[in-house]
């Protein structure tokens, strides 16, 4: 969902240069619920920066003997963090929160590497 805005309206920064082909937001944000100590809760914050793209390269083709260009995946982008996330219905410490933002990224990232 986007920090600002309706999600209508809602757009990824597109690049196409040739060293950079993909998507890119710093207006991600997440929200979710958890539980702790057998207490429901809510959480929700922005996302600083979520960057999806991919790197000219090469690689060598050896049917045909020539370097081919290919556009290679480069590491994903995700940052959250803790200190901007607002949690609501319980009271966690900060190396708690620090812990459901790590949370948050992991699973994100998985997300992301299954898809």
């Known amino acids: 969902?986007?920090?600002n805005g309706d999600e209508k309206d809602f757009d990824f920064n597109l690049s196409i240069a040739k060293d950079d082909v993909g998507c890119s937001s710093d207006n991600l944000a997440f929200e979710g619920t958890g539980k702790y100590e057998g207490k429901e809760f809510e959480f929700r914050g922005p996302i600083k920066e979520f960057k999806?793209?991919?790197g000219?390269?090469?690689k060598y083709n050896h049917?045909?003997?020539y370097n081919a260009l290919i556009?290679?995946?480069e590491p994903f982008k995700l940052m959250i963090e803790s200190n901007d996330i607002m949690v609501?219905?319980?009271d966690l410490d900060t190396s708690q929160v620090s812990e459901l933002a790590n949370a948050i990224t992991e699973n994100l990232t998985?997300?992301?590497t299954e898809v």
């Open 71 to 73: 556009f290679k995946e």
């Open 56 to 58: 000219l390269s090469e």
């Open 110 to 112: 998985r997300i992301k």
């Open 88 to 90: 609501k219905g319980t």
């Open 63 to 65: 049917d045909h003997s």
């Open 1 to 3: 969902m986007p920090q």
């Open 52 to 54: 999806l793209f991919y």
